[in-house]
């Protein structure tokens, strides 16, 4: 039996109620052993007066009715005596029968009593038959003596049952009272072979012989039986046998015994008187003798029981003690135990992370009074309480301690990230100045993929900030567009040209969460590069959802296992806190802290068919119409998100692959180059078309419409010139128009239809305009102050 989990209670309940059993089984033992005697002794009157007085009353009526029976059995008529004797006899037969048959006496005796009355009651039944026989003359004179000793000796046997007390020495003078009985039987018996031998003038065979061993018998129990009595019921017996009836007796036996025969002139007249006397005396003598036995046996029974009540009910006392006090410290120890895991679990669950939490909310906390003192006693619970205290004061400063170094590390992260920032600030600052001054299209290019990767370097430093708690710098005032936060999230991605934007609904989005948007829209687009073949798309697409919008960004990668799909949801649904050891998906702790930023919701599905789908709903509180794109558009917020979305790190245009359909939606024409003069503007957005020239001092290379097979470098500095071009187109074309030029953004795709022709001269590369650089970490202004 495994009783290592048992509760506490139920491992001292056992403990308790072993040794609480085996009390209670002593003491039931004990009280048993000692009520049976108690019973046996307060059983000893009832017995003595539903057997021992009516049965000795048979034995007496017996005796007489054997000794005229013998009687007649030597003379020749019938003694009319014997008539009136067996009447008393029947009588007396009556009366203890009704005793035996009584519920009483049963009640009272015990197996061998109830045996014995059983054999003395089949014993009186052969009394009608014998009686029968003798008078039919069928039996001679000793087989009368045998019929009637027989039914006595029953008797006898029954008084012997009855004299088995409890105690020793009322059991040793009921056994002597016993056997003066039996030896008052041995001289009744000698009477009766006396008085057939006088009747019949002389012995028959054998009697003399029987006469002899009778007066023997009788003389050796009497004295044997003395010897047990009571010193004062000694010394009435000894009187008793010195008593003239008595001595007178006994020379009588002797000259029997002494002569063969009758002897001559024997006094038959003496020997009847002195055999009265003698047999009345010690009949009165046991009769007493039982009298006081019974009284005696009353007293004792009484303090026995006495004796028994009062072991019995310190006994019981003992044993509800015994169990009062151990469930008292069985509760004791329960109740303290249970203090203690109870203070236990409340630091493990509540006290603990509770302090965790008011920690990293910046609130101060008294490790005192958070880790209270547990007093218990001083026994060992009390010691485990000591000990427990140190341990939980020690978990609770570590917390502390951990904690502050928490706050510390990502104080020091936040520190260098925005450090970071406005490094990063200042060098697209400085690129955009450089990109301004430089027509050289390689130059140009070289500038770009610098500013490409500032632009990334921004982003892993916005990661930093996140990381550390706070949130990124960059922010927008007014809506803009779903499709140019898009372009924004793909331009801040390293395999931007696998980057495929589809089918993209209308839509805004709020200037407030653009920025972080923009962000997760670009983690997510990352991942989707990296975690896929090289040679493989990347697609993103939009739609109005019921209740927001939804951005789905599709690889075609291998996917993720059920398990792991499973636990980056759950992560992205709730974000946890930042743990420096857990650094291998940092990218979806990023974008589980923008969402929850913002209310947006982010699934990763499994792709169809292969790959992995990552699900952005953005709430409708987040969601406006799409601002409009043209001259009503140009200001700072367009030229903005013309500079996150820069021409060179957006997705390059491609001819349409077989088998692959492009959206139109994808596809925005933008100026080709600049030109010496301005031509009137191709569409509705204010932007003047230019016409790329060749310049005479640098020939440059022509660029032909061939951009399936012209390699990247080439596609980069065309990219380039067209850039410098439109920058160039836009600051011109607001000069002719007098509105604000609004920039479109650098995010689309070139038209195939507006390539440089071959025989154009060399682009101008001068850049776009200046958009205002996110101020450095230093500058703790909001976004929205610093749009304004």
């Given at each position: 039996m495994n009783t290592r989990d048992w509760p506490i209670r139920a491992k001292l309940t056992a403990l308790v109620i072993g040794p609480v059993t085996g009390l209670l089984a002593l003491w039931i033992f004990a009280t048993t052993l000692t009520f049976g005697p108690a019973l046996d002794l307060l059983a000893t009157r009832t017995l003595l007066y539903d057997l021992g007085r009516p049965g000795e009353s048979v034995v007496a009526e017996l005796q007489r009715e054997r000794r005229l029976s013998v009687v007649q059995l030597a003379g020749d008529a019938y003694l009319p005596e014997l008539a009136a004797q067996r009447d008393r006899t029947d009588r007396a037969v009556a009366e203890l029968r009704r005793r035996i048959d009584g519920e009483a006496l049963r009640d009272a005796a015990d197996d061998q009593l109830d045996a014995?009355?059983?054999?003395?009651?089949?014993?009186?039944?052969?009394?009608?038959?014998?009686?029968v026989f003798i008078d039919d003359r069928k039996v001679d004179r000793a087989g009368a003596v045998g019929l009637y000793s027989g039914m006595i000796g029953s008797a006898f046997q029954a008084f012997s049952a009855m004299a088995m007390l409890p105690d020793v020495q009322l059991n040793r003078e009921a056994s002597a009272l016993t056997a003066l009985g039996r030896s008052r039987e041995l001289l009744g018996q000698a009477d009766a072979l006396l008085a057939g031998a006088v009747t019949a003038g002389r012995y028959a065979d054998g009697e003399?012989?029987?006469?002899?061993?009778?007066?023997?018998?009788?003389?050796?129990?009497?004295?044997?039986?003395?010897?047990?009595?009571?010193?004062?019921?000694?010394?009435?017996y000894q009187r008793l046998t010195e008593g003239a009836a008595f001595l007178r007796l006994r020379a009588l036996q002797d000259a029997?015994?002494?002569?063969?025969?009758?002897?001559?002139?024997?006094?038959?007249r003496a020997w009847e008187a002195g055999h009265a006397e003698v047999w009345q005396g010690l009949r009165d003598f046991e009769l007493r003798g039982a009298d006081s036995l019974a009284e005696r046996s009353v007293p004792i029974a009484v303090r026995i029981l006495v004796q028994l009540a009062a072991a019995g009910v310190l006994g019981l006392v003992a044993i509800v003690v015994c169990v009062l006090v151990a469930l008292r410290v069985g509760r004791s120890l329960a109740h303290r135990l249970t203090g203690v895991r109870t203070a236990a679990t409340e630091v493990?669950?509540?006290?603990?992370p509770d302090v965790v939490a008011r920690l990293r909310?910046?609130?101060?906390?008294?490790?005192?009074?958070?880790?209270?003192e547990l007093d218990h006693g001083g026994d060992e619970i009390g010691q485990v309480a000591r000990a427990f205290n140190e341990v939980r004061r020690t978990a609770v400063q570590a917390a502390v301690d951990e904690?502050?170094?928490r706050r510390g590390f990502n104080e020091v992260i936040l520190n260098l990230a925005r450090r970071s920032q406005g490094l990063v600030h200042r060098q697209l600052a400085l690129l955009d100045r450089l990109e301004r001054r430089t027509e050289d299209p390689d130059e140009l290019a070289g500038l770009f993929q610098v500013d490409h990767l500032a632009t990334r370097l921004r982003r892993h430093a916005e990661d930093l900030v996140i990381l550390a708690g706070a949130a990124p710098g960059r922010g927008w005032r007014r809506p803009v567009a779903a499709v140019d936060v898009m372009r924004g999230a793909i331009s801040e991605v390293e395999a931007?040209?696998?980057?495929?934007?589809?089918?993209?609904?209308?839509?805004?989005?709020?200037?407030?969460?653009?920025?972080?948007?923009?962000?997760?829209?670009?983690?997510?687009i990352e991942n989707a590069t990296v975690f896929s073949p090289p040679g493989t798309r990347v697609d993103v697409t939009g739609r109005t959802v019921p209740g927001g919008y939804t951005i789905e960004i599709t690889d075609r990668g291998l996917g993720m296992s059920p398990p792991a799909m499973a636990a980056a949801n759950r992560k992205l649904a709730a974000p946890p806190e930042f743990d420096p050891a857990d650094s291998a998906r940092l990218g979806l702790f990023v974008v589980a802290r923008l969402a929850?930023?913002?209310?947006v919701r982010v699934e990763l599905r499994r792709g169809r068919p292969a790959g992995t789908t990552a699900a952005v709903f953005v709430p409708s509180d987040l969601i406006t119409d799409e601002p409009p794109v043209g001259p009503d558009a140009a200001g700072p917020e367009r030229r903005r998100m013309a500079k996150v979305s820069r021409l060179t790190t957006v997705p390059r245009g491609r001819p349409t692959r077989p088998g692959r359909e492009r959206p139109e939606s994808t596809v925005i024409p933008l100026p080709a180059a600049r030109a010496s003069a301005v031509e009137p503007p191709a569409d509705g957005d204010g932007l003047p078309r230019r016409v790329r020239r060749r310049g005479p001092a640098r020939p440059r290379a022509v660029v032909t419409d061939t951009p399936a097979s012209r390699p990247p470098e080439e596609a980069r500095r065309t990219m380039s010139a067209l850039q410098a071009g439109t920058a160039r187109g836009r600051r011109d074309g607001t000069r002719a128009t007098g509105t604000a030029a609004v920039a479109r953004i650098r995010g689309a795709v070139p038209d195939p239809s507006t390539d440089v022709p071959a025989d154009t001269g060399t682009p101008a590369t001068a850049p776009e305009p200046a958009p205002e650089p996110s101020p450095p970490a230093s500058d703790q202004r909001t976004a929205t102050e610093r749009d304004a």
């Open positions: 014995r009355l059983d054999q003395l009651g089949s014993a009186l039944e052969a009394l009608p038959a014998g009686r003399h012989e029987q006469l002899v061993r009778t007066v023997e018998n009788q003389r050796f129990l009497a004295e044997n039986a003395v010897a047990d009595l009571p010193p004062d019921e000694r010394a009435g029997l015994i002494r002569a063969d025969d009758l002897p001559a002139g024997f006094d038959v493990a669950e509540q006290r603990l909310r910046g609130e101060e906390v008294d490790v005192a009074r958070e880790a209270p904690v502050t170094l931007y040209d696998r980057v495929d934007v589809g089918e993209v609904q209308s839509a805004g989005v709020l200037g407030r969460a653009v920025g972080d948007v923009i962000h997760l829209l670009a983690e997510l929850a930023r913002h209310g």
